[in-house]
């Protein structure tokens, strides 16, 4: 909470205000009923502060704010899955940590004075009019929002109060910290590596092994899902329509025969198409009319079965989505419509050995080059001689030898996971054994000026917590709503 009140003051202000204009612009909406034992309406009493409803709403419609818009599902999720997430209780936590700066701000004599409210509020360009402040623009924009200037106000005085506070506790980090976050962050490792490739392994597999592999292993080399199909396909008429039902269908359509102009073509020019558009008309009422027979069970055409679907990728979707004996409306395919029918579907056929032989090899094949690997890795490890690749640390970038960048990142990210010098690693189609001969520290940081500030920015956010802990010892806190209390 300081940390961020001391990297960004200037937007401090701004934020609340922002955050009310929001609030109020939605409604005074309620978030639920409470029971208080005291309080007289506050949800919760830090030292000498009250934590009002309205603030509550008011910081639990921020965050769901933040989290609408940098969240894109949130949008998505029902009222209880929100609720589940527990921001209201996130909400009252943040207002319970700026009582307690209230509680030090009043203890030591921090004060915000009505001058220095007013100067805040005319500083805003929300409330200027030709770069001036104008208090009618004032009014106004709070009452069509039904916000009290006084509760208003009093949020513009809290982060003016806060900003004080912020203040006392300067974030700066001395020389040594920043040495000393930044030393184990310099560390670098010289070695040696060689790798061994699954190519060389030495595998011999018999078809009693491919067997044996199959018979554990079957239930995961599964037939494509196969479809029991009853097809009707319409074609267009191939005798064109006579002249006076051509004439009517362009009439009836004028607007499909429009030039780029946006200008109506005459029949003559536009026949051709109108010719098309009528066989097209006619057609899809031949079809309607075979969906509805076939749906009444008045047709009984031959069925197909297909492992693979013939069809278009949106008519092949659409397949895919059937439960048995649903009829499709007629969909365009070619150059006419097709009705579909689902028999049934089969998804759960196993392939047999034979079909499932060459993906059987692949899998043994892999798996016992991988148990060579290892075996050959842990052999070796002991007295290899491999190359040397020079220094590496783990913000290392590009190639290692024949390691591609994925891969020399994953060799590295395991040398520095693990304390031992020597080791292996096994990828895909290889291992890598690796010894390390020289370690120090002397790696040459990169983006100095922003591990300065995560430094600073680390000893902040341990300030803040020890300050938190501090004074909740020093003010109790008391949570009236008894839905909200930890």
Known sequence: MITWMQKHKKYLVVTIWISTIAFVAAGMIGWGQYSFSLGGGSVAKVGQ?????????????????????????????????????????????????????????????????????????????????????????????????????????????????????????????????????????????????????????????????????????????????????????????????????????YQTHRSAYMDADGKLEDFKHAKPKVIHDLLQAQAKERALEQYLALKKGKLTPAEQTFSALPYSQEINAHIEKMRPGEVLKPLEYQEGFVVLKLVKKSSNALKDFKQARQAVLEELTKEKQRAWLQQEARRELKNFKGDDIGAISPEFQGSIQELDPKQAKELISYIFKRPDAKGFLVLEDKAVLYQIYQQDFQHALQNQPYLEEMASDLKAQDFDRALVELLRSKYPVVIYAKHLQE
């Open 49 to 249: 502060v009250l934590i009002t409803q309205e603030e509550l709403d008011m910081e639990h419609k921020r965050l769901l704010d933040v989290y609408s818009q940098s969240i894109p599902s949130f949008k998505d999720l029902d009222t209880k899955q929100i609720q589940a997430m527990g921001l209201e209780k996130s909400a009252l936590r943040m207002l319970v940590n700026q009582a307690l700066l209230k509680n030090l701000a009043l203890d030591v004599g921090l004060g915000v004075s009505d001058a220095e409210i007013i100067a805040e509020i005319q500083k805003s360009k929300m409330f200027q009019k030709d770069g001036h402040f104008d208090e009618a623009l004032y009014k106004k924009l709070l009452q069509e929002n039904h916000y009290r200037p006084s509760a208003f106000e009093d949020n513009v005085k809290n982060a003016l109060l806060l900003q004080k506070i912020s203040a006392l506790f300067p974030k700066a980090t001395t020389p040594l910290e920043q040495s000393a976050f930044a030393y184990p962050l310099r560390l670098q490792d010289r070695a040696f590596i060689k790798i061994l490739h699954a190519k060389d392994a030495p595998i011999k597999l018999d078809e009693d092994a491919l067997k044996t592999y199959y018979q554990a292993h079957k239930s995961a080399y599964k037939l494509p899902p196969s479809y029991t199909l009853v097809a009707l396909q319409i074609e267009p008429s191939k005798t064109p329509p006579d002249n006076n039902a051509l004439q009517k269908h």
